[in-house]
């Protein structure tokens, strides 16, 4: 049994070495690490070849141009050879037991497809901010109930997951050629190919959420309409073909898609004609009358209202999945307590 740890980079250099490290230190030690540098232009290649003289099983894979996020994951996955597959952000951090448990959960499962467990987000500076975890218990989901579970939206704590290798060549990679939505596609299509996935509601990994000075992540909101809409159009609508109902279902969840995205035509980091642009974009997740109510409403400056009530309307689920976290981590805490008390 091999595992690949796969950490697609670019411009990361002051995470990447933590990254190689995190997988290093893992109690069932991957037989490679590869990384692949989508052409970077700061410091990431001269950590690279101080690392790669110390750790003889890091593979290092140089982008002679940029790729683009897709692509670049892509290339990474493809060149793993062992039976399991991590993906690893390069600002991410496995935790020592992620690959132990996680294959282990594959092991048992032999019909999942990959493996994913709770995270704790973290800040540039590494401090904790939050457990993110699913309103799900451990163990494993079948194909068909994932499938049905992605129209919903990507089913993940966060996009650090262990694959299984065929499940992978199966599914295609990742066919998503548009970035920031890779992931959700490339899960949704593992469930299309008849696989399920396992959850671990277990801490295992760190996940970086931090804003840079340039306000990247607010301004690659097209890439991900334009990621999202191809989720269900190459993905979930081709599975649900002869199914009406869920493809009315799946109609909906577009149009929901679209009205929450909306909000970025309300953004002052958006020129006029990138909003136009933007626009387009809505318009071809959903074209919907409602979509097109909430389009104006955010277009015309009326958006903080909106918000607000979107913000009420959700306030119930908010507060449910609050209350089944907290009552799930309290009954954690009792059988722990009985354990140690029973071992005594």
Not at 122 to 132: E, F
Not at 142 to 155: E, F, H, Q, V
Not at 273 to 285: N, T, V
């Amino acid at each position: 049994m091999k595992v690949s740890v796969c950490i697609p980079t670019y411009n990361q250099s002051i995470y990447l070495e933590k990254a190689i490290r995190s997988a290093i230190r893992q109690t069932l030690a991957p037989f490679e690490i590869i990384v692949s540098d989508d052409a970077s232009t700061d410091e990431t290649p001269e950590v690279l070849n101080r690392l790669s003289a110390e750790i003889p099983h890091l593979k290092i894979i140089r982008q002679p141009a940029n790729l683009g996020t897709s692509l670049n994951v892509d290339a990474c996955l493809r060149a793993a050879t062992g039976e399991f597959v991590v993906r690893l952000d390069s600002d991410d951090l496995l935790l020592p037991g992620y690959v132990e448990k996680l294959v282990g959960l594959l092991q048992a499962f032999p019909h999942a497809g990959y493996a994913h467990a709770a995270v704790m987000e973290v800040d540039q500076h590494d401090r904790a901010v939050k457990v993110r975890r699913l309103i799900r218990k451990s163990g494993y989901q079948k194909g068909g109930d994932a499938l049905k579970a992605a129209i919903s939206g990507y089913r993940v704590s966060a996009n650090i997951i262990l694959f299984r290798k065929e499940a992978l060549q199966k599914a295609g990679y990742i066919k998503n050629i548009a970035d920031f939505a890779e992931d959700y596609y490339l899960c949704a299509s593992i469930a299309a190919q008849g696989y399920g996935n396992c959850y671990m509601d277990e801490v295992l990994s760190n996940y970086r959420v931090w804003m840079d000075a340039g306000k990247v992540r607010q301004k690659r909101k097209l890439a991900e309409i334009n990621g999202l809409r191809r989720v269900f159009t190459e993905v979930l609508e081709p599975a649900y073909r002869q199914n009406y109902s869920i493809l009315n279902l799946i109609k909906n969840k577009r149009s929901a898609f679209a009205c929450q995205h909306a909000d970025c035509l309300g953004w002052d980091e958006y020129s006029p004609a990138e909003k136009k642009e933007l626009g387009h974009a809505i318009d071809r997740l959903s074209g919907s009358k409602r979509v097109k109510v909430v389009k104006w409403i955010y277009s015309n400056g009326y958006g903080e209202s909106l918000k607000k009530a979107f913000w009420i309307m959700g306030l119930p689920k908010q507060l449910l999945k609050a209350i089944v976290l907290r009552f799930r981590s309290s009954n954690q805490a009792l059988v722990s307590v009985s354990e140690s008390f029973n071992s005594h």
